[in-house]
């Protein structure tokens, strides 16, 4: 008997059972009905998922799982940092933090900068498989790299693994999204014997789950930035997916195809309407566009589909919007969304 069962005699662990192709529709329908047990992990057991509910889904095969897995409760830092800090600078310790393999990226308030050393020890020895811990400053430049210092351990290159995909990543040279999970499993799903274009590739956000758990026939990977195409070919091989992705340093600007791709995904934000016309042009007839944009909360879906339905006109073509998705919280009062259109 488990720990967690001995506590509670009478709880029963349920699942829902679905095929692994099918754990994003399972897992946004079980969500949308309030059936999610988010205390659990989703688990991959023999080409299935088991994900955790708090009740029987209706339309789904349900089990009692044999080995549930928990999330770790995240770590107080206020009481693990308390007669170290003065009560001001408590109340303004990062709440949040995001782990990629082993090494912890965190914001830190200007003001705690004096103890950083202290909170990035605090971190280590609330996650003991750890070995680095990165102080976070945000995006700039024009391939949007991310300003990032290192304030304990040694080493920042890490292998970060999520929904059966192996990224190997320098996390303070190059992006990764924790926030973008749901959408990368998405993916996973899209693209069965099609011709893809991924327009902003990087170390393959996108592009290794449809490769890894569609797959596609043929997906075509482009990247600018030098140090993300070093984790892309590193990523393809490993992943054993070099039969299907074709990577390609250079811009998406010049490097897209025109009037070859069932589905074209364009998983930038923020400049991604400069490309959209590119975009549209290298779809076939009937072809389905993801795009990634920004918009402000209160503008949201219209801003973008407002985006796709003018690029298109410009070329003379039809839109068809098929689906809006909020991906995260940007910003304050700003959404990082994703539309899908299927372009005539």
């Not at 200007?110 to 996650?127: F, M, N, S, V």
Request: overall charge positive; some cysteine.
């Amino acid at each position: 008997m488990s720990r967690a069962t001995a506590k509670n005699p009478d709880l029963s662990f349920l699942a829902v059972r679905a095929k692994k192709e099918d754990t994003f529709a399972a897992l946004r329908s079980i969500t949308a009905q309030g059936l999610l047990d988010r205390s659990r992990k989703v688990v991959e057991r023999g080409g299935y998922a088991e994900i955790p509910v708090t009740a029987s889904a209706p339309g789904f095969q349900v089990i009692s799982q044999d080995a549930p897995l928990y999330y770790r409760k995240a770590p107080d830092l206020a009481e693990s940092l308390r007669g170290q800090l003065l009560p001001e600078e408590i109340e303004i310790l990062p709440r949040g933090w995001y782990i990629l393999g082993d090494v912890i990226v965190v914001k830190i308030h200007p003001r705690l900068e004096p103890h950083q050393a202290r909170i990035a020890q605090a971190l280590l020895d609330c996650y003991p498989r750890c070995r680095s811990v990165l102080r976070d400053y945000g995006i700039e430049g024009p391939f949007r790299e991310p300003v990032r210092e290192i304030i304990a351990g040694t080493g920042t290159e890490t292998v970060h693994r999520e929904n059966g995909v192996i990224f190997h990543l320098d996390a303070r040279k190059v992006m990764f999204s924790a926030g973008n999970l749901r959408e990368r499993m998405r993916m996973g799903n899209l693209g069965r014997g099609e011709y893809v274009v991924d327009m902003f590739a990087g170390i393959g956000y996108f592009t290794l789950p449809m490769a890894v758990h569609s797959p596609p026939r043929r997906i075509l990977a482009i990247e600018l930035n030098p140090n993300a195409y070093h984790y892309l070919c590193m990523n393809i091989k490993e992943n054993r997916v070099e039969d299907i992705v074709k990577p390609i340093l250079g811009d998406c600007a010049k490097a897209t195809p025109e009037g070859v791709a069932d589905r074209v995904v364009m998983g930038m934000v923020q400049v991604t309407d400069r490309y959209l016309q590119k975009g549209i042009r290298a779809l076939r007839p009937g072809g389905v566009l993801h795009y990634h944009q920004t918009v402000p909360s209160r503008a949201y879906p219209e801003r973008a589909v407002r985006d796709i339905e003018e690029a298109a006109r410009a070329l003379g073509r039809r839109s068809q919007i098929l689906k809006c998705i909020r991906v995260k919280k940007y910003s304050p009062g700003v959404l990082h969304s994703v539309v899908d259109a299927r372009i005539e």
